[in-house]
């Protein structure tokens, strides 16, 4: 019997430190503070610790969610994830590979159909600051003694960490060695895109305003040749620029971004692992922007060159094989001439930043945010070494337009760029009105205008409430 009993006590101790190991995981892993609440690895919110309700107890919702939640913040979540994709990447690679469920065609108008009344123009025009946080005529703020912050200080990059909904929702298709999104075509959010343009340049008009559109394109439709966009069930870009811009008024320029992107194709246009595009593709498009409206572009050869590092982007944790994703790095362009940046706040205050960060010791995954301070409410370029009288240009962008803008500090004086789905210092009329602004530029990247978000945050800066 006595030996009975040592024989269990000795096979009990083999599986001790498991059962403790297990145990101080557990409880690690039931302390809140601990627990991540953003995934870099595949750039989205984690979900939130529920709230409790006696609804939710009752339904069984709550249990349901704290489960989520308890699943989705692990500690070292992260970790497991690029382990589970190196091992996945040695099984074996195919020449494509899909992740997520391809979008919906719509077809594309070959005629396009007349703008119609699809939106309700707000009269008075919308100020979203709070009454004690705005100026008493509407315009922004006079600069304050906010120090600058120091050369080592990074811009707050929550917001870009994370991707919008249009395209956190979509597929990612994996190809040579690149990673793409295919292009969902919405007829109604290419009509709100071309109401939204005719609408301000309207209210611009009697001004003298200049407004432009230059939509930057995405990598679907420049790097992958047109003929093989039907298998993966992506709208062709080329015709949906084309749907758009021959809707808008005759008095409205309009750009082919597409088209002169398609002459550099075999050069670095687009992340392999990322959504953007690269700044030398952007700086395509601002030629072709300046030739569009008869300024002459400045040459590429002028600005400094300042690589980055490697860069890992927003598509590197949702394709199949992420190993097999072609390596990237951020090549960044300062302008010459004395260039500074004015940073506005969404509290009214102003601080200086950076046209161009350096971020060669940052996070692999933060490269991008080099460009503009990332993506500020408002920001105006300045170059000092242009006369005052060198003109104002306004630039309604999102996170595209960051390596976009910088380039135009050579044709202006003054440059204010607007990110549309979060300013709200004042109406787009006042600006133009007390900053002397000659030209307008509606730069949303072209994803963004076939998105509900996209165009409802656009038509709201212009005035309209889409329904």
Same mark, same amino acid.
């Given at each position: 019997?006595?030996?009975?009993?040592?024989?269990?006590?000795?096979?009990?101790?083999?599986?001790l430190p498991f059962f403790l190991v297990l145990a101080l995981i557990s409880l690690i892993s039931a302390i809140i503070p601990l627990r991540p609440t953003v995934s870099y690895e595949e750039k989205r919110e984690l979900a939130k610790f529920p709230e409790f309700s006696l609804e939710a107890l009752v339904s069984g919702s709550y249990f349901k969610e704290m489960d989520l939640w308890f699943s989705d913040?692990?500690?070292?979540?992260?970790?497991?994830?690029?382990?589970?994709?190196?091992?996945?990447?040695?099984?074996?690679?195919?020449?494509?590979?899909?992740? /997520?469920? +391809? *979008?919906?065609?719509? @077809?594309? %108008?070959?005629?396009?159909?007349?703008?119609? &009344?699809?939106? $309700?123009?707000?009269?008075?025009?919308?100020?979203?600051?709070?009454?004690?946080?705005?100026?008493?005529? /509407?315009? +922004? *703020?006079?600069?304050? @003694?906010? %120090?600058?912050?120091?050369?080592?200080?990074? &811009?707050?990059? $929550?917001?870009?960490?994370?991707?919008?909904?249009?395209?956190?929702?979509?597929?990612?298709?994996?190809?040579?060695?690149?990673?793409?999104?295919?292009?969902?075509?919405?007829?109604?959010?290419?009509?709100?895109?071309?109401?939204?343009?005719?609408?301000?340049?309207?209210?611009?008009?009697?001004?003298?305003?200049?407004?432009?559109?230059?939509?930057?394109?995405?990598?679907?439709?420049?790097?992958?040749?047109?003929?093989?966009?039907?298998?993966?069930?992506?709208?062709?870009?080329?015709?949906?620029?084309?749907?758009?811009?021959?809707?808008?008024?005759?008095?409205?320029?309009?750009?082919?971004?597409?088209?002169?992107?398609?002459?550099?194709?075999?050069?670095?246009?687009?992340?392999?692992?990322?959504?953007?595009?690269?700044?030398?593709?952007?700086?395509?498009?601002?030629?072709?922007?300046?030739?569009?409206?008869?300024?002459?572009?400045?040459?590429?050869?002028?600005?400094?060159?300042?690589?980055?590092?490697?860069?890992?982007?927003?598509?590197?944790?949702?394709?199949?094989?992420?190993?097999?994703?072609?390596?990237?790095?951020?090549?960044?362009?300062?302008?010459?001439?004395?260039?500074?940046?004015?940073?506005?706040?969404?509290?009214?205050?102003?601080?200086?930043?950076?046209?161009?960060?350096?971020?060669?010791?940052?996070?692999?995954?933060?490269?991008?945010?080099?460009?503009?301070?990332?993506?500020?409410?408002?920001?105006?370029?300045?170059?000092?070494?242009?006369?005052?009288?060198?003109?104002?240009?306004?630039?309604?962008?999102?996170?595209?337009?960051?390596?976009?803008?910088?380039?135009?500090?050579?044709?202006?004086?003054?440059?204010?760029?607007?990110?549309?789905?979060?300013?709200?210092?004042?109406?787009?009329?006042?600006?133009?009105?007390?900053?002397?602004?000659?030209?307008?530029?509606?730069?949303?990247?072209?994803?963004?205008?076939?998105?509900?978000?996209?165009?409802?945050?656009?038509?709201?800066?212009?005035?309209?409430?889409?329904?």
């Amino acid at each position: 019997m006595k030996q009975n009993n040592s024989t269990e006590k000795e096979s009990v101790k083999p599986v001790l430190p498991f059962f403790l190991v297990l145990a101080l995981i557990s409880l690690i892993s039931a302390i809140i503070p601990l627990r991540p609440t953003v995934s870099y690895e595949e750039k989205r919110e984690l979900a939130k610790f529920p709230e409790f309700s006696l609804e939710a107890l009752v339904s069984g919702s709550y249990f349901k969610e704290m489960d989520l939640w308890f699943s989705d913040t692990f500690p070292g979540r992260e970790q497991w994830l690029q382990l589970s994709q190196a091992l996945s990447s040695l099984h074996g690679y195919g020449d494509l590979a899909i992740e /997520g469920q +391809l *979008p919906d065609m719509e @077809e594309i %108008p070959e005629i396009p159909a007349p703008t119609k &009344p699809t939106a $309700t123009v707000v009269i008075e025009e919308k100020t979203v600051l709070p009454e004690e946080e705005r100026t008493s005529d /509407g315009t +922004l *703020p006079e600069k304050t @003694e906010e %120090p600058a912050p120091s050369d080592d200080a990074q &811009p707050d990059g $929550t917001d870009d960490v994370l991707l919008d909904a249009t395209f956190s929702s979509t597929s990612v298709v994996q190809f040579n060695g690149s990673a793409y999104q295919p292009l969902g075509f919405s007829q109604q959010h290419s009509d709100w895109y071309i109401k939204s343009v005719n609408t301000f340049a309207a209210m611009a008009e009697p001004m003298g305003v200049q407004v432009v559109s230059a939509p930057p394109p995405i990598a679907i439709g420049t790097m992958i040749d047109a003929k093989y966009l039907p298998k993966l069930r992506s709208a062709d870009p080329v015709k949906t620029l084309s749907y758009m811009h021959e809707s808008m008024d005759s008095g409205i320029i309009t750009v082919d971004t597409q088209g002169a992107l398609m002459p550099h194709r075999e050069e670095y246009l687009f992340f392999h692992s990322d959504h953007h595009w690269t700044a030398l593709a952007a700086y395509y498009c601002y030629q072709a922007t300046c030739e569009a409206m008869g300024l002459s572009p400045a040459d590429l050869d002028d600005f400094e060159v300042l690589d980055q590092g490697p860069f890992k982007g927003t598509l590197a944790g949702r394709v199949t094989y992420p190993r097999k994703l072609t390596p990237d790095n951020v090549i960044s362009y300062i302008p010459p001439g004395e260039v500074t940046l004015t940073v506005y706040g969404a509290n009214g205050s102003t601080r200086e930043g950076k046209v161009i960060r350096d971020m060669r010791n940052d996070k692999i995954g933060s490269k991008y945010l080099c460009f503009l301070e990332s993506d500020q409410p408002l920001v105006c370029m300045t170059n000092h070494s242009l006369p005052e009288d060198a003109g104002n240009l306004l630039v309604l962008k999102d996170s595209f337009g960051n390596c976009f803008v910088p380039f135009f500090s050579q044709n202006y004086r003054n440059v204010y760029a607007i990110d549309y789905r979060k300013f709200g210092q004042t109406s787009l009329k006042n600006l133009l009105e007390s900053h002397d602004i000659q030209d307008v530029i509606f730069a949303p990247n072209l994803m963004s205008t076939q998105s509900d978000a996209g165009m409802r945050a656009l038509g709201s800066q212009c005035g309209l409430h889409f329904k």
